[in-house]
């Protein structure tokens, strides 16, 4: 069965940082693309960060950029979300999701979408 | 930066047809995908690749495409299917991913 367990989430002040962690089972995690996708309380999705399978290459949203950093450890199953200098409007519901996806002549493509998510993690930026 | 348009609402009677669209510039290079999402859970992917349905997908739900237009059909529409729905896609290169703003469906 293919689970996503997002923690790390929680309480932190303006100005300041928080890891989160995704982790992984019954898939081979080292083949897929991973994202992280938001969700403000009352709010829609707001797709925030990409990594391929392999880490090499990842992509952020403008409204992170430079603020936060997207990795994974495929020996350990895990995708991880660094972020710093945390605003008030990155309060959300954080969610990882897996896609199969692959590029071709510089275009990148998705097989099936977001078929798989985690059940969320919740982040508060409050003093 | 590149954006999907939803309409925020749209009400049908049990039983009758609803429709959301979804509309973007570059939906004709890339393929259009639609999840439905209830209160306090995670979303959960209902068409993928425009108009293909996941396995354990009821039926009644369906997509289609048309130029910049893609659209999300439930036919017979039932009490369960009241939820958010979600358009996803990426801009042309594939390269940054976006949500639309997401529908509410309200079965009278």
């Known amino acids: 069965e293919v689970q996503l367990v997002e923690s790390g989430g929680g309480l932190v002040q303006p100005g300041g940082s928080l890891r989160l962690s995704c982790a992984a089972s019954g898939f081979t995690f080292s083949s897929y693309w991973m994202h992280w996708v938001r969700q403000a309380p009352g709010k829609g999705l707001v797709w925030v960060s990409r990594?391929?399978?392999?880490?090499?290459?990842?992509s952020y949203a403008d409204s992170v950029k430079g603020r936060f950093t997207i990795s994974r450890d495929n020996a350990k199953n895990t995708l991880y979300l660094q972020m710093n200098s945390l605003r008030a409007e990155d309060t959300a519901v954080y969610y990882c999701a897996r896609a199969e996806q692959y590029c071709t002549n510089g275009v990148c493509y998705t097989r099936l979408g977001f078929d798989y998510w985690g059940q969320g993690t919740l982040v508060t930026v409050s003093s | 930066s590149y954006e999907l348009t939803q309409p925020p609402s749209v009400s049908v009677s049990p039983g009758q047809t609803a429709r959301i669209t979804c509309s973007g510039d570059a939906l004709p290079k890339q393929y259009a995908y639609w999840y439905q999402q209830k209160p306090g859970q995670a979303p959960v992917l209902v068409i993928y690749?425009?108009?293909e349905r996941p396995s354990g997908i009821p039926e009644r739900f369906s997509g289609s495409s048309s130029g910049t237009t893609v659209t999300l059909t439930i036919s017979g529409v039932q009490a369960e299917d009241e939820a958010d729905y979600y358009c996803?896609?990426?801009?042309?290169?594939?390269?940054?991913?976006?949500f639309g703003g997401g529908t509410k469906l309200t079965v009278l």
């Open positions: 990594i391929n399978s392999d880490g090499s290459s990842t």
């Open positions: 690749k425009d108009s």
């Open positions: 996803q896609s990426a801009d042309s290169s594939g390269t940054y991913e976006v």
